[in-house]
């Protein structure tokens, strides 16, 4: 188990180059952009227009702060993802364009490479402890907003932003929010 606090995430240009990207976590480490096997990250997003293109890459995106932004994914009809939505899967290699409902907005991404690793994104809203079921594989707890403590783990406490990792198998976990708390669960695993 290992905590990633919010001020350590490296902050990078974007694929495109049209803005910057905070890395939460890439695997295997040290990985560049063309050759991750899975990567944690969010993006501030200033303006409308495309997404970079990653090649044999499925993407989901969860809008975290700001109104929310319309995904128009070729081939499928365009998506009106809010803070409120649930996360959005897409292929990333697909063209992808992006319009902003209302000024600039922060998104979660959770990137795997197709046929070697699969993902899910669940966001929780708590406002009293629940169990946080386990599983086989890395498993990233990220706190949006609030604090959530987990007393089964050393009484790991995470504030907004800061997210922890299960590198290998994530056990059953119960969790407390510090009054209420938005938590993102993101699993890892191999593609069958």
């Not at 990985?31 to 993407?59: K, N, Q, T």
């Not at 629940?130 to 949006?144: A, N, S």
């Not at 050393?154 to 510090?178: I, K």
Request: aromatic share 6%.
């Amino acid at each position: 188990m290992r905590v990633l606090r919010a001020a350590d995430y490296r902050v990078m240009p974007w694929k495109n180059g049209g803005g910057t990207t905070t890395e939460i976590i890439v695997s295997p480490e040290g990985s560049g952009l063309d050759d991750f096997e899975w990567r944690v990250s969010m993006a501030r997003v200033e303006g409308s227009g495309p997404f970079s293109s990653f090649a044999g890459i499925d993407r989901t995106l969860s809008v975290l702060e700001g109104e929310g932004i319309v995904l128009d994914v070729a081939g499928q009809p365009p998506a009106r993802l809010t803070a409120s939505s649930a996360p959005f899967s897409f292929p990333a290699d697909l063209p992808t364009s992006a319009a902003l409902i209302a000024g600039p907005i922060t998104d979660l991404n959770v990137m795997t490479r197709r046929g070697r690793v699969l993902h899910s994104v669940e966001r929780l809203t708590i406002s009293a402890p629940m169990e946080i079921g386990g599983q086989v594989g890395p498993t990233l707890i990220l706190c949006h907003n609030g604090e959530a403590i987990f007393p089964s783990s050393g009484h790991t406490r995470l504030g907004p932003l800061d997210t922890l990792l299960f590198e290998r198998d994530a056990p059953t976990l119960r969790v407390e929010p510090a009054g209420d708390a938005t938590l993102f669960v993101i699993r890892i695993m191999p593609a069958a």
